[in-house]
């Protein structure tokens, strides 16, 4: 990563096209998650990902402020709730056409970047606010039928790029658009400029964002062709034939391709990222007439999983195998890579644990019950130094005529020890409301409680530069805490 600041660690994007007609909140608004909407990478080979995997690499960054890890608490100590924004506008009509782009919708994406917060509503619908004048800056979507699927802020140039589908041709193309970060500032959208535009990105084709090592996947299932190209510029690098390719998994500096499998085995090829040479093939054996749970890519370790069978590790340098029972590793609904530690975590059953590459569990999380069960990335933040996990969690709180409140909190652990350093919780007694916010005025327009703000967050963003988290919930709200 570049200096000393810390980047959006959204760094491997995937949004695949959907079958016509197949969207739900009408276009389908986005698909969840990953939910991160639309399909997302998911370990599970071929399938309709619920979510979006993030893998977090780059040089490891110093603590803010530099000092011990003991000092890392004291970056959410006193934290309040500081502000409200809504996605919702009773004024949409005048701008959009689909009905359900004009209806309340919960948030299932938040970007932050340079004191802009975007956020992206299940409904297609997507605000930028100002943070610094604490208002709505613009809706993004430029055509009145514009469904946008997906965020991803690139931080090669400074732009946002979003992933949209249109009504005009049913919702079945993504169309990818970048906007300079500045420009967005000024309300000026239409600097932006559409890109990839040579590509048809109807179902089954994809669109994947990989900043690790700066580089778009596409498949044009049309053509039958998968292309690179630069995340810096967007200019073609090469294309690979998408001949009996099932999947392409990315891990820095190389490419996986996997094959249709055989009865007895599956057929792999191992390509440079940087100019899609052949590095290795192989075939890795697989049990007869079970099906593959996943297939993952981390360096030089290939990770697979069938349906009951143990977990194995390949080295593929070496050939070096490792078996972890079944009993011991069950198969999770997602991954997130950590490169920087050379461990992985597994989410699972709204569980989070930490394994290394020999097949160990390295930590389990004392305090960390995730809140949804589909296990939705959109609600989790790994820190730039690979430190803390930071979700939104099971929680209670209490009201005062004794009632338990089905509220969640916001729970920050380190991913190395499992311990739970700093909570965001609706019935602790530290926790304060901004003084602004208890302006009669401001009250007056129904800003929410702290409970309100608690209850059912739908995604969740860190701004590390600004120590700032925002929430957004199912009724279309951003919230932001900070001290």
């Known amino acids: 990563m570049d200096g000393p600041k810390r980047s959006q660690l959204r760094v491997r994007l995937r949004v695949t096209a959907r079958r016509r007609g197949a969207d739900g909140d009408g276009a389908g608004g986005a698909a969840g998650p990953g939910g991160r909407k639309r399909r997302m990478e998911a370990p599970v080979l071929n399938s309709a990902a619920k979510l979006q995997r993030r893998e977090i690499g780059g040089r490891q960054l110093a603590a803010r402020g530099g000092g011990p890890a003991a000092a890392?608490?004291?970056?959410?100590?006193?934290?309040?709730?500081q502000e409200e924004f809504d996605t919702y506008d009773a004024n949409a009509h005048l701008f959009v056409k689909l009905q359900f782009l004009k209806r309340r919708s919960k948030i299932i994406e938040i970007v932050a970047a340079k004191d802009i917060i975007f956020a992206l509503a299940n409904s297609g619908l997507c605000a930028a606010f100002n943070r610094v004048t604490n208002k709505?800056?613009?809706f993004l979507n430029l055509s009145p039928d514009e469904v946008i699927r997906s965020l991803f802020y690139n931080k090669n140039n400074?732009?946002?790029?979003?992933?949209?589908?249109?009504?005009s041709d049913n919702f079945s193309t993504l169309k990818c658009r970048t906007t300079p970060i500045e420009y967005i500032r000024r309300n000026q959208l239409d600097a932006g400029f559409p890109l990839f535009e040579s590509e048809s990105l109807k179902w089954p084709g994809f669109?994947?964002?990989?900043?690790v090592n700066g580089k778009v996947l596409t498949y044009s299932a049309q053509d039958g062709i998968y292309k690179v190209f630069d995340l810096k510029n967007y200019s073609f690098l090469y294309s690979i034939p998408d001949e009996n390719v099932q999947e392409i998994k990315i891990s820095p500096g190389i490419m996986l391709l996997i094959y249709d499998r055989t009865p007895s085995y599956v057929p792999l090829k191992i390509l440079s990222i940087e100019d899609g040479k052949p590095l290795k093939s192989f075939k890795h054996l697989l049990h007869r007439n079970k099906k593959i749970d996943f297939i993952e890519q981390f360096n030089e370790k290939l990770l697979v999983k069938q349906e009951d069978e143990?977990?194995?590790?390949?080295?593929?340098?070496?050939?070096?195998l490792i078996e972890v029972s079944v009993s011991k590793f069950m198969t999770p609904s997602a991954f997130i890579f950590l490169y920087e530690n050379n461990l992985f975590l597994t989410f699972r059953n709204r569980t989070v644990a930490v394994w290394n590459f020999r097949g160990e569990l390295v930590t389990s999380f004392e305090d960390h019950l995730l809140w949804h069960h589909d296990c939705s990335t959109n609600n989790i933040y790994i820190t730039s130094d690979q430190d803390l996990i930071i979700s939104y969690c099971k929680s209670e709180a209490v009201a005062e005529d004794g009632t338990v409140i089905p509220v969640g909190s916001i729970n920050m652990s380190e991913i190395m020890t499992g311990k739970c350093i700093a909570k965001i919780t609706a019935n602790d007694p530290a926790l304060s409301v901004a003084p602004h916010r208890n302006d009669r005025s401001k009250r007056s327009l129904g800003w929410s409680t702290v409970p309100e703000a608690l209850e059912d967050v739908t995604a969740l963003f860190y701004d590390e530069d600004r120590n700032e988290i925002?929430?957004?919930?199912?009724?279309?709200?951003?919230?932001?805490?900070?001290?």
């Open 207 to 211: 669109v994947e964002f990989d900043d």
């Open 470 to 483: 925002y929430t957004g919930n199912s009724h279309g709200l951003v919230h932001v805490w900070s001290n």
């Open 310 to 320: 143990n977990f194995q590790i390949l080295d593929v340098r070496s050939s070096e």
């Open 136 to 138: 709505r800056i613009a």
């Open 158 to 167: 400074d732009s946002l790029i979003t992933v949209s589908v249109y009504a």
């Open 72 to 81: 890392v608490p004291e970056r959410f100590r006193n934290m309040q709730l």
